[in-house]
């Protein structure tokens, strides 16, 4: 069920991207307003939904709602989704102005960047275990409120891969106007704010694992050595 509801959600949250150019239906409950007043308000929702995401996820929460790790996992994805409805339902599509529109121009290269970027975020899905996430071990089971820092794969390309390739995406759009700009500055905003909450909160967890793991991983950007640990060249051997 925590998966469902947690796939519901990113698709919300993906329609809401086009919605939020204006270029669809506005939702069952779209609050008419001036540009303005619009401006605020859609600023008001994204920072609901990542008040929430960051909430929802803190120690502080974890202890308020005392259960342990796994629940509080499934209780983490049950909270996300009536959120992002919300927000989604509220959300005040801006078609105008354009801040650019570089359709034709840039079609071919922006898509293969967004076909990079949709693959990078399933290699950051594959790189660490959907049972841990979702919190979904048998009680008894030795993996049971087992916690594991991961560090292979594409969280050696960066410690915060999956804001890396959402960034990306987000940047390869060849049509921005003021809904979708909106959505994307307070998307670069929080990757800066939410992966430092993250990072407080590993550092809590891991203690010196994840300090060594900080000390040699970059924070968002890849660079030449992280992308060659993330892809390490297979040796052949002679027979």
Do not use: N
Request: a positive charge.
């Amino acid at each position: 069920m925590a998966k469902v509801f947690g796939g519901i959600a990113f698709a919300l949250f993906v329609h809401l991207w086009w919605r939020s150019a204006g270029l669809a239906g506005s939702g069952p409950f779209w609050v008419l307003m001036s540009q303005g007043p619009a401006i605020v308000w859609d600023l008001a929702m994204m920072g609901l939904f990542f008040g929430a995401h960051s909430g929802f996820a803190s120690a502080r929460f974890k202890r308020w709602v005392g259960v342990d790790r796994e629940k509080t996992r499934r209780l983490y994805l049950l909270l996300t989704l009536p959120v992002m409805a919300i927000v989604w339902a509220l959300w005040v599509p801006l078609a105008a102005p354009v801040v650019w529109d570089v359709r034709g121009t840039l079609d071919v290269p922006f898509l293969l960047i967004r076909l990079v970027a949709l693959a990078g975020l399933v290699w950051t899905v594959r790189s660490f275990s959907l049972r841990d996430f979702f919190g979904e071990h048998p009680p008894g089971t030795p993996e049971a409120g087992s916690v594991r820092l991961s560090t292979g794969g594409a969280f050696a390309l960066c410690r915060h891969p999956l804001y890396f390739f959402m960034t990306l995406l987000a940047a390869a759009t060849t049509y921005l106007p003021l809904g979708r700009a909106l959505m994307a500055a307070t998307l670069l905003v929080y990757v800066r704010v939410g992966s430092r909450l993250e990072e407080t909160k590993l550092e809590q967890e891991f203690g010196p694992d994840y300090a060594r793991y900080r000390a040699s991983t970059p924070w968002l950007l890849p660079t030449p050595a992280s992308i060659a640990r993330a892809w390490p060249r297979r040796v052949s051997r002679g027979a």
